[in-house]
């Protein structure tokens, strides 16, 4: 059985194979088989050595592969090169799965037990999906935080540079992210989405894409994760609370976005200040690395600056809203007490009249 993508309906009809209909409809089952292949080519000695450039990390700094053993528990450390590119493809591929499976069996059966409008929908769907990739993000960024201990020894997040190895997760960790970013542009026509929705989705993919692989490859993996796991957990606390909106009809929950609204700006605050003692009191205090040290600090500055400007822009479009809905709902009320008014006021005419005529007859 194929897996439904996003937002599409199952049709009784069989479009023809090959046919753009017939690839959005069974999308997620091609890219397993592709999948397939890579997993498959692993299994054969002749071409194990081709489906590992995909499917393993490479460019081992250590001295040892990690197929040998390793009796003295020495960790593997990595650092980024050209094969990275071909994992960060079939990743790409597991990213897509991941996401037909996500919408087919989670959100797609919640959504129907809730009747939701299409903009709802969409909405819905967007952020179901963003607020599961970044409680990952979030939460996986933090393991290798804390294991690595680059907070309790802030120093580490600088020295050294650009001599900055990664242990396993820390590298796997970049290429699922450049994966799921990646991803986020087939999806696109999967989706079917509008073109005037298409513009703000590409952009948000290609931005991710650029920004972590440009701290990728220029060694700034430390200081990068430190500053996605940031970004992400104030990502899923906005995107947790659109959900909430979405659910909460009553609006019982109005203070959620004041919190997540509190969180955004102390995330911003947070990752400003990291920036400048990293870059710019660390890596800008060499000659060597001054220049790339302000690079990197503009191009920090310069995305935080372009998110509030988004939040400020949300902010205000969301209170112009509530403000026209409050005076929609006082026009409506206003309207219901002069209609109830002059009901009365007719009822009560035939009445004054009879009572006049009564008087006349005495």
């Avoid at 250590?62 to 390793?70: C, V």
């Avoid at 906005?238 to 995330?267: C, G, P």
Wanted: aromatic fraction near 14%.
């Amino acid at each position: 059985m194929a897996i439904k993508p996003i937002g599409r309906k199952s049709s009784s009809k069989n479009p023809p194979i090959l046919s753009h209909e017939f690839v959005i409809q069974n999308h997620a089952d091609i890219v397993s088989c592709i999948a397939m292949v890579f997993v498959v080519g692993l299994m054969i000695q002749t071409t194990s050595q081709l489906a590992s450039v995909f499917v393993t990390l490479h460019h081992n700094v250590t001295g040892e592969e990690p197929s040998q053993e390793n009796p003295r528990g020495v960790p593997y450390f990595y650092e980024p090169g050209w094969k990275d590119s071909c994992a960060v493809f079939f990743y790409m591929l597991i990213c897509i799965i991941m996401h037909a499976i996500l919408q087919e069996y989670v959100l797609d059966k919640i959504s129907k037990k809730l009747h939701l409008s299409k903009f709802k929908l969409s909405r819905f769907n967007e952020s179901g999906q963003l607020v599961v990739f970044y409680l990952v993000g979030f939460f996986w960024g933090l393991e290798v935080i804390l294991r690595e201990q680059y907070i309790a020894r802030l120093s580490s997040l600088w020295e050294e540079y650009p001599n900055h190895p990664m242990s396993f997760l820390h590298k796997l960790y970049f290429i699922i992210q450049l994966a799921y970013y990646l991803h986020m542009l087939p999806e696109l026509y999967f989706q079917k989405v509008k073109k005037e929705e298409q513009k703000e989705k590409i952009r948000h993919a290609l931005f991710g894409l650029l920004l972590i692989a440009y701290g990728y490859i220029f060694n700034f993996q430390r200081i990068s994760i430190v500053l996605l796991t940031l970004h992400y957990f104030s990502e899923a606390n906005t995107h947790f609370v659109q959900l909430l909106e979405i659910f909460d009809k009553h609006e019982k929950m109005a203070n959620a976005r004041v919190l997540s609204n509190i969180v955004f700006v102390s995330m911003r605050f947070a990752t400003m200040v990291i920036s400048v003692l990293t870059f710019f009191y660390g890596i800008g205090t060499t000659d060597d690395n001054t220049s790339i040290g302000i690079v990197s600090l503009f191009v920090v500055y310069a995305l935080q600056g372009y998110l509030i400007f988004q939040f400020i822009n949300e902010f205000l479009r969301n209170r112009r809203e509530k403000q026209a809905e409050l005076k929609a709902l006082k026009k409506t009320k206003s309207i219901k007490v002069d209609k109830v008014k002059k009901e009365k006021k007719d009822s009560d005419v035939p009445e004054n009249n009879e009572n006049a005529g009564k008087l006349k007859t005495k």
